[in-house]
């Protein structure tokens, strides 16, 4: 089957109007996912240099971030200034007819604005409204901040993450940020489906510590049953042996041969039947208990090859294996290239941008990257317009300082 052509194809969110009240990560990843999937997504930005992502670099290319141009293609950004109380009456006026408001701010501050759920929900009894938050709008932590690194330290995930005797490692990527934009946009449309059967709106919230607490699967599962604290293992699995990145001759190789057809594989494509006959190998349990001497056996063979000659001997053999690539060498990657997950656009000030492609792909309705990330205020007429106000409104607010155009 072949990738769908999406320009022939209708978009599965089309129609769908999204207010996104949120910066940084956790909110905008959430908002894109659902721009990417054909919803309208309108970025409302403060006057105060906008999304705090728009000032985070490296690098800064013609005074537009790399991070914010990452996390806010496919949006339309509009500028309100939510101190002047013009600036809240627009949103207000925006929100009426909107499917969907997303918002990251600090506990109690849209209800100061009279934005909360219940106010807005007087408006528009059919909102979906998402609160994003640090720790969640309820417990004793309802009031703290809450940051990637704080939930990856509190929920248990930088405990086991790194190479045993190393001091606390986090996740390479903000993994609590993104999972919380991820259960974000799950809960959104599972609302919105919900709203298709009922005609109700509702209002939910998502943390950003549980959101990586929720990863936890078998640290969480091993701890449950044994009542055990799971240690850092490198790469390897906790549950899966050979399951893990082993050295070879210039580098490194990842094996995944947890079950025991794969490992007889293994062994036989290595030239190391002597393995099979091996008691401390015999099956996936006590390869558990003999990790570190399995480790030290399938290296001692791996260390004859490189990588590449080690991939190509099990991908002919059915064993699951792959190298390590660094960004540049995934970029590169053919697979990669032929599945539509590098996609250019151009921007008005810096010209060609690449973009991380649909990680979803609907073969009847299929999403799509179509205008990069906004410059700040950019919309704000055309939003504006769109909600009713007549172009005197508009000039007004943009001359009292309530709204700001690009």
């Not at 956790?26 to 659902?34: E, I, Q, T, W």
Request: glycine share 10%; charged share 20%; proline share 6%.
């Amino acid at each position: 089957m072949e990738l769908p052509d999406v320009d022939s194809l209708p978009t599965p969110l089309d129609g769908i109007k999204v207010l996104d009240c949120s910066q940084i990560l956790a909110g905008p990843y959430c908002s894109m996912l659902l721009a990417d999937m054909g919803a309208d997504v309108v970025k409302i930005e403060k006057p105060s240099g906008g999304d705090d992502t728009r000032r985070m670099g490296p690098p800064f290319l013609e005074g537009e971030s790399a991070a914010f141009l990452a996390m806010n293609r496919n949006k339309r950004s509009v500028v309100l200034d939510f101190k002047h109380a013009d600036g809240v009456a627009a949103m207000r006026r925006m929100l009426a007819d909107a499917d969907v408001i997303v918002e990251n701010y600090r506990a109690g501050v849209m209800g100061r604005l009279g934005l909360d759920y219940d106010s807005v929900r007087e408006l528009n009894p059919g909102i979906i409204y998402c609160s994003i938050s640090g720790f969640g709008r309820t417990g004793p932590y309802a009031e703290r901040a809450g940051f990637d690194l704080i939930a990856q330290g509190m929920s248990g995930v930088m405990s086991f993450t790194g190479i045993p005797g190393s001091p606390p490692v986090k996740v390479g990527v903000p993994m609590a940020d993104l999972n919380a934009g991820l259960y974000s946009a799950y809960g959104i449309l599972s609302a919105y489906i919900h709203k298709l059967k009922s005609d109700e709106g509702q209002y939910l919230e998502v943390s950003i510590m549980e959101a990586a607490l929720a990863y936890t699967v078998w640290e969480s599962a091993s701890y449950f049953a044994t009542g055990n604290v799971p240690p850092p293992l490198g790469s390897a699995h906790r549950l899966s042996a050979p399951y893990q990145a082993l050295r070879t001759a210039d580098g490194h190789i990842t094996i995944g041969a947890p079950n025991q057809s794969n490992w007889e594989r293994l062994c036989k494509a290595m030239g190391r039947e002597d393995l099979l006959a091996d008691e401390r190998y015999t099956d996936n349990a006590v390869r558990l208990m003999n990790r570190e001497a399995l480790e030290k056996d399938l290296e001692e063979t791996f260390e004859t090859r490189s990588t590449r000659e080690w991939c190509e001997v099990l991908d002919s053999s059915g064993v699951p294996a792959g190298p390590i690539y660094d960004m540049e060498q995934v970029w590169a990657d053919e697979q990669v290239q032929a599945r539509g997950m590098d996609v250019t656009l151009e921007h008005p000030k810096v010209g060609s941008i690449r973009n991380i492609g649909l990680a979803a792909k609907l073969y009847g309705s299929p999403g799509r990257i179509h205008s990069p990330a906004p410059l700040m205020g950019q919309h704000t007429r055309e939003v504006l317009s769109e909600s009713g106000f007549n172009e005197t409104e508009i000039e007004g607010l943009i001359a009292s300082g309530a709204a700001q155009a690009g």
